[in-house]
T-cell receptor, first 109, second 115 residues
Framework: GQNIDQPTEMTATEGAIVQINCTYQTSGFNGLFWYQQHAGEAPTFLSYNVLDGLEEKGRFSSFLSRSKGYSYLLLKELQMKDSASYLCAVRDGNYQLIWGAGTKLIIKP | GAVVSQHPSRVICKSGTSVKIECRSLDFQATTMFWYRQFPKQSLMLMATSNEGSKATYEQGVEKDKFLINHASLTLSTLTVTSAHPEDSSFYIC???????????FGPGTRLTVT
């Protein structure tokens, strides 16, 4: 079967750096997405990786290793507003989007 | 960026009634729209994929006669929850897909409460 694994919950301190990992096993691969979802709101797009390597976008970076079936989302200079769930999603060989269960990130002052 | 609207944002209805939720792509044409349901503290659950001008493709376990989807145009898809029951209370979110890299842009969601 296809599955995506990411930690259920993580805690970090304001101003620090946190890395949220995502591992996947899918039938084919056509890109990996990271979304941010605040409680009670819809997800918002953060990043897209289809080739190996690091994509940097401001305080957020996303890394992909297709051979390892692994990605991480790196958040720097954490702010209280970064408290949210972070969803990893992989587009499989049929262009179906497979969603992870999400990682709830708690930021403490 | 691409904007997707959803209406209504909140709805409370009585058990046995039907509720229609609209999803619109405001500044782009979306050949494919998706409907998700999300229960508290759980991840998104894809209900169906909607393509303009054709019948929706429902995920396993989702009743097509209960959750009617119509994708009438390239900018509008509707989800009708028929004969709603309290267990249908949930957060319903639509998304629309653009071209490469096939990003999905989400609507703000509709919180349905069935009493």
């Amino acid at each position: 079967g296809q599955n995506i694994d990411q930690p259920t919950e993580m805690t970090a301190t304001e101003g620090a750096i946190v890395q949220i990992n995502c591992t996947y096993q899918t039938s084919g691969f056509n890109g990996l997405f990271w979304y941010q979802q605040h409680a009670g709101e819809a997800p918002t797009f953060l990043s897209y990786n289809v080739l190996d390597g690091l994509e940097e976008k401001g305080r957020f970076s996303s890394f992909l290793s297709r051979s390892k079936g692994y990605s991480y989302l790196l958040l720097k200079e954490l702010q209280m507003k970064d408290s949210a769930s972070y969803l990893c999603a992989v587009r499989d060989g049929n262009y179906q989007l497979i969603w992870g269960a999400g990682t709830k990130l708690i930021i403490k002052p | 960026g691409a904007v997707v609207s959803q209406h209504p944002s909140r709805v409370i209805c009585k058990s046995g009634t039907s509720v229609k939720i609209e999803c619109r792509s405001l500044d782009f044409q979306a050949t494919t729209m998706f409907w998700y349901r999300q229960f508290p503290k759980q991840s998104l659950m894809l209900m169906a994929t909607s393509n303009e001008g054709s019948k929706a493709t429902y995920e396993q376990g989702v009743e097509k006669d209960k959750f009617l989807i119509n994708h009438a145009s390239l900018t509008l898809s509707t989800l009708t929850v028929t004969s709603a029951h309290p267990e249908d209370s949930s957060f319903y979110i639509c998304s629309a897909e653009t071209g490469e890299p096939y990003e999905q842009y989400f609507g703000p969601g509709t919180r349905l409460t069935v009493t």
